[in-house]
């Protein structure tokens, strides 16, 4: 396998292979701090900010997300080395999980969702059309953040921070997922290595949006797997391929967008399911990913459980 630091980092995704390269036993190296946010340089240290702007505590807004159900119960978290030669590291050993039963949102939360609770006050718009990551915003790669987009609507939002995502799902009454959740969501309880099986890349239709022949034309550097073209270079509409669909029937669950997890790694959070600028050989329902809750990616997004 390949991956390509340079493409990667300029679509945000370095912080994710830090960590992973950290997590492998490599050099430990320590994330920074996330950035301050404009509100917090302004207001020193005299009184705690939330990102959330003063309206947060609005009334809930109306959940228009389909959810899907997953049974309380035990299921293979991490590795199954009988299936999945591409584990890497911090996924070993494959554990038995019990997590209770939970709802989680069918698809990734969609721009005109998002755009909802931008409306009533309780979700931010701030930033959401630059990435921004290494400590800065990154414009180069502005035309894939989906917000304010014509036509991508039905995109999942991207290039949003770990707090929005937060405000997001607390608004409509849910949170994110813990990581154990959101496992347990894409493979369901038999370990296979993909939400649709164990058959790979190319041989089962279009499963997931991930680096594929099409974002290869764009991004000449991006690890491809020969034949495998999901048609969509930048994100797809969410839900786009039920083909990939998980045993508990969520959709995307590898691909398009990495979802911000409700919990902590190394100073960051964990973010799960990978993207569309993902090497597919890689991109199975067992990797594990961590970024600095202050980034936004241009393959980065969520989705919310109760
Ligand atoms: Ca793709």
């Known amino acids: 396998m390949t991956l390509n630091p340079r493409a990667l980092r300029l679509l945000g995704l370095l912080p994710v292979l830090l960590l992973l390269a950290a997590s492998a036993g490599a050099d430990p190296t320590a994330s920074p701090a996330p950035a301050a946010t404009p509100g917090q340089a302004a207001a020193g240290n005299a009184t705690p900010t939330k990102a959330a702007p003063a309206k947060a505590a609005a009334a809930k807004g ?29 996924e070993r ?4 999980v019990v997590v209770e039963a939970f709802k989680i949102d069918k698809t990734e939360v969609s721009v005109a969702q998002f755009a909802r609770c931008v409306a009533a006050g309780a979700c931010s718009s701030d930033g959401l059309t630059t990435p921004f990551y290494g400590g800065k915003e990154q414009p180069e790669f502005a035309e894939f953040c989906n917000w304010q987009k014509k036509d991508r609507a039905s995109h999942p939002i991207n290039c949003v921070p770990w707090q929005q995502a937060v405000n997001y799902c607390g608004w409509v009454g849910k949170r994110l997922p813990t990581e154990a959740e959101w496992e347990k969501a ?14 790979g890349y190319g041989s089962g239709g279009k499963v997931a949006n991930v680096a594929d022949a099409s974002a290869h034309k764009r991004f000449p550097s991006l690890s491809t797997i020969a034949g495998y073209d999901d048609g969509f270079v930048g994100t797809a ?51 594990r990913g961590r970024t600095d809750p202050a980034v936004r990616a241009a393959d980065g997004g969520f989705r919310c459980v109760k």
């Open 62 to 90: 109306k959940d228009v997300v389909a959810m899907v159900a997953v049974a309380a119960g035990p299921f293979l978290m991490g590795c199954n080395e009988a299936v999945d030669a591409e584990c890497m590291d911090d």
């Open 93 to 96: 050993p494959g554990h038995t």
């Open 186 to 199: 894409a493979r369901g309880t038999d370990g296979r290595k993909y939400p649709w099986g164990n058959t």
């Open 237 to 287: 509409p969410v839900g786009s391929l039920p083909k990939g669909a998980s045993p508990s029937g969520a959709l995307d669950m590898v691909g398009n967008v990495w979802e911000w997890s409700a919990d902590p790694r190394d100073g960051g959070r964990v973010v799960r399911g990978s993207s569309w600028t993902f090497d597919p050989r890689l991109a199975r329902a067992g990797l």
